[in-house]
C-alpha cells in the first residue's frame, strides 16, 4: 500500500514520526516511537517527544510547533546558557510501520527553548520556514551614516576584508560573559564579534557590546571555552565616514550621504 493509502486508512495505519534536526552538518535524529528506528543507514534515537497540532492557518503564530521534550534533551541543551550561533533547521518526517515510503510533512527552524519552573520537560518552539518568506527585505535609505553590513561583500556593498582586520588571540581570563585575550590591536571592538571553534564542528559567534583594554564584554557567555582557547576577534563599525577612511580605508564603498540637509523642506517651519 502507498503512503497515502495507509495514511487516509482507518485499520491500516500504523504512523511513525521522526524529527531531524540540523546544525551546521550535524544532523541529530529522533522518534518518538517506543523503540529505536532504523531506516536503510539511518538510526532515529528513541525519545519521549510530543508535538503540538499541525494547523493550516495564514496566522503564522498558530502555524509554528511546540516540541514537549526531556529537561535534558540534545537539542535543548544547546540553549542551555545561549541561543546557538547556528540556525537549527528542523525536519518533521512520518511513516507507517511495513511500508517504506517516508514523507516530510512539515520544515522550519527551531526559534527558542523554555524550561518550565520544577518541571522534568522542556518546550522547543520551532517556527515554519515559510516564515523566512513573509518578512520584509533590507531596504537601503537616504542617511548620513552607511547602511552597508561590515564585511558583506557584492556590488554596492561594503567589502571590507574581514581576515585583514580580524585578530586570532588565546583567552586568558573569563568572567561570564566577559573575556580577556592575550592580544588586540587598536580597533573599535564594539559593533564587532568573537569567533570560537568549540571543537565539535561548530563555530560559535558572540557579538562585542564593549570593550576596555584587553576584555571584552559579549552578549552572551561562550558555553564550554576555557582560558588558553584560541579566539578570532573582529571589529565592529559604527557606519560613520571617519571610522570607514580611518580605520578601514574603504571610503570610496561608503555608502552615506553627510551632506543631507538637517531641515526637512516639507516639515512646518514655513522658512525652510
Known amino acids: ?10 485499520h491500516d495505519g500504523a504512523p511513525v514520526e521522526l524529527y531531524e534536526f540540523t546544525r551546521g552538518t550535524t544532523v541529530s ?11 536503510g543507514d539511518l538510526t532515529y534515537l528513541a525519545e519521549p517527544l510530543r508535538r ?11 502555524s509554528a510547533l511546540k516540541i514537549t521534550c526531556r529537561r535534558d534533551f540534545p537539542i535543548a541543551e544547546l540553549f542551555r546558557v545561549s541561543p546557538p550561533s547556528e540556525v537549527i533547521a528542523f525536519v518533521l518526517k512520518r511513516f507507517h510501520r511495513g511500508d517504506a515510503e517516508v514523507k516530510a510533512i512539515w520544515v522550519g527552524r527551531v526559534l527558542n527553548c523554555l524550561w518550565g519552573d520544577g518541571s ?5 518552539n520551532v517556527e515554519p520556514a515559510s516564515t523566512s518568506l513573509k518578512r520584509n527585505g533590507l531596504t537601503r535609505s537616504y542617511q548620513r551614516n552607511c547602511p552597508h553590513v561590515l564585511y558583506s561583500q557584492g556590488t554596492n556593498q561594503c567589502g571590507v576584508d574581514r581576515a585583514a582586520h580580524s585578530t586570532v588571540t588565546t583567552v586568558t581570563a573569563i568572567d561570564r560573559s566577559k573575556l580577556t585575550v ?17 571543537g565539535d ?7 562585542i557590546v564593549a570593550a576596555s583594554g584587553l576584555e571584552l564584554t559579549l552578549t552572551w557567555p561562550f558555553q564550554g571555552i576555557a582560558i588558553g582557547a584560541s579566539v578570532t576577534a573582529s571589529p565592529g563599525c ?6 570607514c577612511a580611518n580605520t578601514y580605508d574603504n571610503l570610496d ?20
Open 182 to 198: 592575550a592580544a588586540l590591536g587598536a580597533k573599535p571592538w564594539p559593533g564587532g564579534f568573537v569567533e570560537w571553534d568549540s
Open 29 to 39: 535524529r529522533f522518534t518518538s516511537a517506543a523503540k529505536d528506528v532504523v531506516l
Open 201 to 207: 564542528g561548530h563555530l560559535e559567534r558572540r557579538f
Open 52 to 62: 503540538s497540532r499541525i494547523e493550516a492557518t495564514r496566522e503564522r503564530t498558530r
Open 253 to 272: 564603498a561608503h555608502g552615506g550621504f553627510p551632506f543631507t540637509p538637517g531641515k526637512n523642506p516639507f516639515g512646518n517651519n514655513p522658512v525652510y
Open 238 to 243: 559604527d557606519q560613520t565616514r571617519g571610522t
Open 120 to 124: 522534568a520537560t522542556a518546550e522547543l
Open 1 to 10: 500500500m502507498s503512503y497515502d493509502s495507509r495514511e487516509s486508512s482507518t
